[in-house]
């Protein structure tokens, strides 16, 4: 074993004590008002004291000694936003300074060079490092002296979120200040969110200079069971094992995430899983897949297939919305999805991978219909269960 630190400590010891970066192949800034409103919350709670602190969540550090950077394996959406919350009050601490408190400058001063670094055109001493798509903008919104309000008009999804987040925090923050008439009593109310914030938040941090190791530890605390940390799961270690090539599998997972819209990650897997190899159950599914694909060759050509069947998955769930199919077997599909059956999508799925024709599969198609008719209808069996 590798680990180098595992301990709770302060949200602001873990913050202050490192520089951290996060690797490209994470997901981009993804929390949205639900996630801020719920630490709002949490916090509001502490300040109102109805809880003595909060548990933020558990940070996992890769410290990866060719590139001499400690990386974010779990944590970074956490990380981030906690980041883009002292910027908001380090804003509000500047404008107290302006406003002639003078105490408030040493304040701005403090996020600034413990929690969130320095970053102009002349000096990068930046504490969090984000990935590629968002580094730049994260840096010239949020860590920046100025926080500048950037234009947003070509701005992604996940740049609109920090800047959101950013506001969100910042009227928040300033509403509660404005509750009191006297600039001292509004500081001490900023100072008592800082600290609160920064010392009775607790993270759990486990650091290992291993990188298995690290998304091992991440696996360990992740794998509860729900669909999507399972999909999580399986893309983090798709991600993992391509390597040099984690940019192609990233994209090929979006596409396939794009072909099936609403469709659960995690069943469409299973059920692609399923079609290939000898049966297997959803709970079993990470660890199956973790245990055969172990390659960057067998990555890329696992993630290939489950793109391009995820057309094909996308056509069976959503029928009336289909491209793939032809008429006559859409309109079978649509018959089964009013009865409900699902377990017959890996034949299809199976077919479709060994270039089976629109005729053979209409064929296969017709004749699941009339045994799901006969079991659901006649016989009163679920349609699933046969």
């Not at 060719?66 to 956490?78: F, P, S, V």
């Not at 006297?182 to 993270?203: A, I, M, P, Q, R």
């Not at 094992?241 to 794009?258: D, F, H, R, S, T």
Request: contains cysteine.
């Amino acid at each position: 074993m590798s680990i180098i630190n595992s301990n709770f400590r302060s949200l602001g010891s873990y913050i202050m004590e490192n520089i951290y970066k996060i690797p490209n192949y994470q997901r981009e800034y993804s929390w949205e008002e639900t996630e801020l409103e719920d630490l709002w919350m949490d916090l509001s709670q502490i300040i109102n004291g109805e809880t003595e602190s909060h548990f933020f969540g558990q940070i996992v550090i890769h410290v990866d000694k060719k590139e001499k950077a400690k990386l974010i394996i779990d944590g970074q959406q956490r990380t981030s936003t906690a980041v883009i919350f002292l910027a908001a009050m380090r804003e509000l601490f500047t404008e107290m300074y302006n406003a002639g408190w003078d105490d408030a400058q040493f304040d701005a001063q403090d996020i600034t060079t413990k929690f969130i670094g320095r970053y102009t055109q002349t000096r990068d001493e930046r504490k969090l490092i984000l990935g590629e798509n968002d580094k730049s903008y994260f840096s010239n919104r949020i860590q920046s002296v100025s926080s500048e309000q950037l234009g947003l008009q070509k701005a992604t999804k996940s740049q609109k979120r920090i800047n959101f987040a950013y506001n969100y925090f910042y009227k928040k923050l300033e509403e509660e200040i404005n509750s009191s008439d006297f600039l001292e009593d509004k500081y001490g109310l900023l100072k008592t969110f800082f600290s609160t914030f920064t010392e009775k938040c607790s993270v759990m941090f486990v650091e290992t200079d291993d990188f298995n190791e690290a998304f091992i530890i991440f696996e360990t605390l992740n794998a509860r069971g729900k669909d999507l940390e399972t999909a999580d799961l399986l893309k983090n270690h798709l991600f993992k094992i391509a390597n040099k090539k984690v940019g192609e599998v990233k994209k090929n997972w979006k596409q396939m995430l794009e072909f099936i819209g609403t469709v659960d990650t995690t069943k469409y897997i299973r059920h692609f899983w399923n079609s290939q190899n000898v049966f297997i159950r959803e709970k079993d599914l990470y660890k199956e897949i973790r245990k055969k694909i172990t390659t960057q060759f067998e990555a890329i050509i696992f993630i290939d297939d489950l793109v391009r069947l995820s057309e094909v998955y996308g056509g069976m769930k959503n029928p009336a919305e289909d491209n793939f199919f032809e008429t006559d077997s859409q309109q079978v599909l649509n018959d089964l999805k009013r009865l409900g059956a699902k377990s017959f999508y890996p034949i299809i799925l199976a077919m479709v991978k060994k270039d089976y024709g629109p005729n053979e599969i209409y064929e296969v198609l017709s004749a699941i219909e009339v045994l799901v008719v006969r079991n659901f209808v006649i016989s009163g069996l679920v349609a699933n269960k046969y």
